[in-house]
């Protein structure tokens, strides 16, 4: 059962200064941008801004800028069109495969790239309605006293869920940050925390501008593990960039997102299940790199490559 909104006032800055300007005005106020994670949060009684920051109508934030030194991609271009951008998909194939397999169409429609950044974490017992975490005594996140998961600890082990970031991470991205002091660029690496309740470096009024990505690119490639193949969060998200040339540095990093009950032997199989996938797709992902590598090497021009992506692409929005 889902509660109904609550009241909020709704301000629709036209720029980044009055963006921040509005938040500084509104300390229990919420950036919002394509609302399909705060929307259904609020919803549920886990977020309860008394006002919403819209940053839809802020024109710098949606463009996508190519440049000598790379790209530039503004926090509210949507994962839609981030997906369907012909020079990403062709020089950042994880990150394009990633926008693709995000939720479904009717999100990326909307969703955007800052918001799929500043995701909330998610956990079993804590992304419910409001009557389950009551009826549950809430949880160390929100309102309660423990951790479902770890009962004995005082941490939270709410993991974060976007697509994007692995993928972003292994191309070596930068993001750019506007606050009350000015602006500051970062490796997306440190907008990070091990902190299932506050796991984003940001301070209050602060708000992601852009990424940067650097030229150059090694071939790179995107997999995701999920229940439901359509639409679903990743349960593992595996990107891998491999060494090609002195230039390129290999890496991989991932995404995970099980919670279960750590007294729970079904559950700790259940880890044991996921991690063994998360092998398996990194082994998948790496292949898929290095065939990519080969084709460079070898000058093919990858005809078949976009027929690839296109079953994907359909595969996700099915
Ligand atoms: C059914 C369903 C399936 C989903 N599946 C996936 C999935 O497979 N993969 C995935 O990654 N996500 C998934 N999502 C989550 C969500 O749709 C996407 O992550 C989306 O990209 C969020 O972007 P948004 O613009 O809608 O964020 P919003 O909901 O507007 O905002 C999310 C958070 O980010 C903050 N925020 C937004 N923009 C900025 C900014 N520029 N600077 C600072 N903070 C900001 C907001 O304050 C809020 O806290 C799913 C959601 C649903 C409902
Ligand atoms: S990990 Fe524990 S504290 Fe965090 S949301 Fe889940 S149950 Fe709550």
């Given at each position: ?14 720029t980044?200064?009055?963006?921040i ?31 919403l920051?819209?940053?839809s109508?802020?024109?710098?934030l949606?463009e996508?800028e190519?440049?000598?030194?790379g ?26 495969q ?34 389950w ?16 998961v ?54 209050d ?11 150059n ?5 995107y ?13 593992a ?12 540095s ?32 990194a ?23 976009q ?12």
């Amino acid at each position: 059962m889902t509660a109904s909104l609550s009241d909020f006032h709704l301000l629709q800055p036209l720029t980044i200064q009055e963006a921040i300007a509005a938040r500084l005005d509104h300390p229990n106020g919420h950036f919002i941008a394509g609302g399909t994670d705060l929307l259904v949060n609020m919803r549920r009684g886990i977020s309860n801004p008394n006002s919403l920051i819209d940053l839809s109508a802020i024109d710098e934030l949606a463009e996508i800028e190519l440049h000598e030194d790379g790209v530039t991609i503004g926090a509210g271009v949507t994962i839609a069109a981030l997906a369907h951008h012909k020079f990403i998909a062709d020089h950042y194939k994880a990150l394009s495969q990633a926008a693709r397999a995000i939720a479904g169409p009717a999100h990326r429609a909307l969703a955007t790239v800052g918001g799929n950044l500043c995701l909330d974490t998610r956990c079993i017992f804590y992304n419910q309605s409001e009557w389950w975490r009551s009826a549950n005594a809430y949880c160390l996140k929100n309102r309660g006293d423990i951790c479902h998961v770890a009962p004995q600890g005082r941490r939270c082990h709410a993991a974060f869920t976007g697509d994007l970031a692995p993928a972003l991470l292994v191309l070596s991205a930068k993001i750019e940050i506007a606050g009350p002091q000015g602006r500051r660029q970062i490796p997306l690496s440190d907008l990070y925390v091990e902190d299932g309740r506050a796991h984003l470096t940001l301070a209050d009024s602060e708000l992601v501008v852009a990424v940067h990505l650097p030229a150059n690119q090694p071939p790179s490639t995107y997999e995701k593990i999920r229940i439901r193949s359509a639409i679903d969060f990743p349960l593992a998200g595996v990107a891998v960039a491999l060494a090609g040339s002195p230039a390129h540095s290999a890496g991989s990093t991932t995404t995970a997102t099980t919670s279960t009950s750590c007294d729970d032997n079904q559950g700790e199989d259940e880890e044991g299940d996921a991690a063994d996938e998360v092998e398996q797709a990194a082994a998948k992902v790496s292949k898929e790199a290095g065939r990519q590598q080969a084709d460079d090497e070898s000058g093919d021009d990858q005809p078949g490559e976009q027929g690839d992506e296109q079953g994907e692409n359909d595969d996700c929005d099915g």
